[in-house]
């Protein structure tokens, strides 16, 4: 005897057959619409055309299981048209979706909510009314994610917007930020996608700061990732130090880990303490000593650093970096292991402004050596170049927040002077750092993430000993620039400001 009604209507029809099975054991009868029913019936489920509602009378609905047309891919087609993508704009499914929502009836707008269902529906009978409430609230947010599609594709963006999940609660960045949200907008199934992917293995929960701390260290790492694979076709070993939002050291290694995380702990071992470290390798007991206890400053036991992402920690590890209170958070994903040319964040990047924002395309260029636009001055130090240092130095600088001067050289960042407002500031604060950490940058090689206005900038750089520096160029007096560096035995390597400015992280 069937006590109450489902319909179903979905797209995708993996797993529906159990689904309706599952919920005729419990005394249901199913109805769905043209597909879904085809797709029953010739599984052998008893269920009712919703075509055939009219003769029979339109029962009361305890229940709507409804998934879109995938809108989305639609839209990112190449090929797609105004007539392709209202063709795949569904209508019937948010209809439904919306009226089971307001309804209060159980309303499953994602596969993955099924099973939750169906064991309810076992265990009690019925569905609690605070999950009802949840799917209810989560039907709505499919419906307004999937409605602002076409909205922002027949406006050819006039209108646009975003909308997450809040996958958790955090500290925010001061006292009186708190409590705040960590939200996801991961509709790609982004491999990367922060906060999600990242799994907290030990610690307290991270803090803002954590999260952009690693948002922006994996964008110095896939950057580089890009940088190596596609100029040298290898990617090294790889640590990042981060200290508010910039690579306050970085180290690189062909083969070995513990190298790496030396050049980057030398790079500015003031700089790290309570700083986020990135690692593209598992972290054993070797790794996790070095990174706590190498190159401490005199009386002192232990590096405080606050958070570390890398692919796997063992055992021994945890209990060499674990801090008092869960202060020091260890986050693993094992991507992080494989990052290469197409591990750059796509995803346009959302800036916020007093009632409104700022939408931009992400920074997703790569530097390549052999592109036809670079030119060296003189001309015959090409061969000589070191180009391992220079997309070092590019990956660093880039992602750094401008204007920014990125000083390298022996597989590590010697000195990152950023956030400034001239160029000369920046050389000085980048040569400052390298001094303050005992570092020599004779013969290093420098990056500006922009053209020099005036030969100033060099001219600081030359003088402290390096002897490469990559910068664009589009100013009305890069003649002067080339020319202070030929007169001071500099090599000059430039591509034009349109094609390769760094300039991304303004802020």
């Known amino acids: 005897m069937?006590?109450?009604?489902?319909?179903?209507?979905?797209?995708?029809?993996?797993?529906?057959?159990?689904?309706?099975?599952?919920?005729?054991?419990?005394?249901?009868?199913?109805?769905?619409?043209?597909?879904?029913?085809?797709?029953?019936?010739?599984?052998?489920?008893?269920?009712?055309?919703?075509?055939?509602?009219e003769k029979l009378g339109i029962p009361f609905f305890d229940l709507a299981c409804v998934d879109l047309y995938p809108l989305e891919k639609a839209i990112a087609d190449p090929k797609a048209t105004v007539e392709s993508v209202t063709e795949m704009t569904d209508i019937g499914g948010p209809t439904m979706l919306l009226s089971a929502a307001k309804g209060r009836r159980i309303v499953i707008g994602d596969p993955k909510d099924r099973q939750i269902v169906i064991d309810n529906l076992k265990t009690n009978g019925e569905i609690?009314?605070?999950?009802?409430?949840?799917?209810?609230?989560?039907?709505?947010?499919?419906?307004?994610?999937?409605?602002?599609?076409?909205?922002?594709?027949?406006?050819?963006?006039?209108?646009?917007?975003?909308?997450?999940?809040?996958?958790?609660?955090?500290?925010?960045?001061?006292?009186?930020?708190?409590?705040?949200?960590?939200?996801?907008?991961?509709?790609?199934?982004?491999?990367?996608?922060?906060?999600?992917?990242?799994?907290?293995?030990?610690?307290?929960?991270?803090?803002?700061?954590?999260?952009?701390?690693?948002?922006?260290?994996?964008?110095?790492?896939?950057?580089?990732?890009a940088g190596f694979e596609i100029n040298f076709g290898k990617f090294p070993k790889l640590a990042i130090g981060v200290k508010h939002s910039n690579a306050c050291g970085v180290g690189i290694n062909e083969t070995n880990c513990q190298t790496a995380i030396i050049n980057m702990l030398l790079g500015d071992p003031l700089a790290i303490y309570?700083?986020?470290?990135?690692?593209?390798?598992?972290?054993?007991?070797?790794?996790?000593?070095?990174?706590?206890?190498?190159?401490?400053?005199?009386?002192?036991?232990?590096?405080?650093?606050?958070?570390?992402?890398?692919?796997?920690?063992?055992?021994?590890?945890?209990?060499?970096?674990?801090?008092?209170?869960?202060?020091?958070?260890?986050?693993?994903?094992?991507?992080?292991?494989?990052?290469?040319?197409?591990?750059?964040?796509?995803?346009?990047?959302?800036?916020?402004?007093?009632?409104?924002?700022?939408?931009?395309p992400n920074y997703t260029f790569v530097l390549i050596k052999d592109h036809p636009e670079i030119k060296?001055?003189?001309?015959?130090?090409?061969?000589?170049?070191?180009?391992?240092?220079?997309?070092?130095?590019?990956?660093i600088g880039s992602t750094s927040n401008s204007n920014t001067i990125t000083i390298v050289g022996n597989g590590m960042l010697y000195g990152n002077g950023v956030g400034q407002k001239d160029r000369v500031g920046c050389a000085e604060l980048a040569l400052w750092g390298a001094k303050r950490s005992q570092l020599d940058v004779y013969d290093a090689t420098a990056y500006s993430d922009s053209f020099f206005p005036f030969p100033d900038g060099p001219m600081?750089?030359?003088?402290?000993?390096?002897?490469?520096?990559?910068?664009?160029?589009?100013?009305?007096?890069?003649?002067?620039?080339?020319?202070?560096?030929?007169?001071k035995g500099v090599t000059l390597v430039m591509c034009p400001d349109a094609i390769c400015r760094g300039f991304a992280f303004h802020s």
């Open 460 to 487: 600081v750089l030359a003088k402290a000993g390096i002897t490469t520096i990559f910068a664009s160029s589009g100013s009305i007096r890069d003649q002067e620039v080339i020319a202070a560096c030929l007169e």
């Open 128 to 225: 609690p009314k605070q999950l009802r409430l949840e799917l209810a609230a989560k039907a709505e947010y499919l419906v307004s994610k999937y409605r602002l599609n076409p909205a922002r594709y027949l406006s050819e963006g006039l209108y646009d917007g975003t909308i997450g999940i809040r996958i958790a609660a955090c500290k925010g960045e001061n006292a009186w930020q708190r409590p705040a949200g960590v939200y996801s907008t991961n509709f790609n199934n982004d491999q990367l996608a922060i906060p999600e992917t990242f799994i907290l293995v030990e610690g307290e929960a991270p803090s803002a700061i954590n999260w952009f701390d690693l948002s922006r260290a994996l964008q110095t790492a896939t950057h580089l990732a």
């Open 2 to 53: 069937f006590t109450k009604n489902a319909l179903l209507s979905v797209y995708h029809k993996d797993g529906i057959v159990e689904f309706a099975r599952e919920l005729i054991k419990l005394g249901w009868r199913i109805f769905a619409s043209g597909g879904t029913a085809k797709t029953l019936t010739a599984a052998g489920v008893a269920v009712t055309d919703v075509a055939e509602l």
């Open 376 to 395: 060296v001055y003189p001309e015959e130090q090409r061969e000589l170049i070191d180009w391992e240092k220079i997309i070092l130095a590019w990956a």
């Open 274 to 360: 309570g700083g986020f470290v990135l690692l593209n390798f598992p972290v054993g007991k070797n790794e996790a000593d070095l990174l706590v206890h190498q190159y401490l400053k005199p009386g002192e036991k232990r590096r405080p650093l606050d958070g570390i992402a890398a692919p796997t920690f063992t055992d021994e590890a945890k209990e060499i970096l674990v801090r008092k209170g869960g202060r020091c958070r260890l986050l693993v994903n094992p991507v992080l292991a494989e990052l290469n040319r197409n591990s750059l964040d796509t995803q346009p990047i959302i800036r916020t402004l007093r009632s409104g924002f700022v939408l931009e």
